[in-house]
């Protein structure tokens, strides 16, 4: 039997990748938010799980430690895909790439005005794309994470960051000004055991082409 690695994130990737695993058969055999076991293992005995940070999936996958992997558009887009076989969008994990401002702040006016914006994001390659496409000057700022911080300290005129609910932008006195892109998880597979375990991962992938069609 062909051993296949998938690699994915706990939290939210998990939890809406469990679904799709389990109409393909696959059922982890321990929980990822209560053990502190990175590979977990499976019902079937030639596939394992490996639990990383949501950002090194592609990594993961790219130099073949993991033959599949499924990411969110935000995380691979960063990453440029390289070696990286993308077939399917799983509409899950679903949520916008968004620009943001202080509430009492006029984007319109300042992007009208032709201003330099601070931007602060960790979404470096994706706010560069954004405003060069528009014709805007930016200095950006690399955050790790709480961007939502940066406008209230002066750290930052806007963010680019993800939302879903939008009750951090709320709860932080934020608001969304310019929508970037829609974002999704996609899973990912490593090109080389693409051709080399075709056969394995072949009907992993129809079961999850399969369940995000219904
Ligand atoms: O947490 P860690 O630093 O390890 O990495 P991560 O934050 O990238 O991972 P994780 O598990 O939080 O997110 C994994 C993936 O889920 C992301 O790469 C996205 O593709 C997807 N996703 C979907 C989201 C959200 N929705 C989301 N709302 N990722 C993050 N958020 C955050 C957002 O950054 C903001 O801080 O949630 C906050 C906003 O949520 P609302 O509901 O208040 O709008
Ligand atoms: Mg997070």
Redo the contacts with the bound molecule.
Sequence with gaps: MTDITIAL?????FDDTAPLLKAAGIIALDDPETSRKLIIATNQPNIRLVIV???DVPTYVQYGAADIGI?????LLEHGGAELYQPLDLNI???RMMVAVREGFDYESAVCQGARLRIAT?YLRTARDHFASKGVHIDLIKL?????LAPLVGLADAIV???????????NHLKAVEEIMP???RLIINQAALKLKRKTIQPILDAFSDAVRK
């Design positions: 994130s706990k939290g939210r990737i940070r949501a950002s990411g969110g558009k935000d995380v994990a679903r949520c960790k790790y994470g709480s961007m939502e960051d993800l939302v879903s609910s939008g009750n951090t932008l709320k709860a974002i999704s998880a």
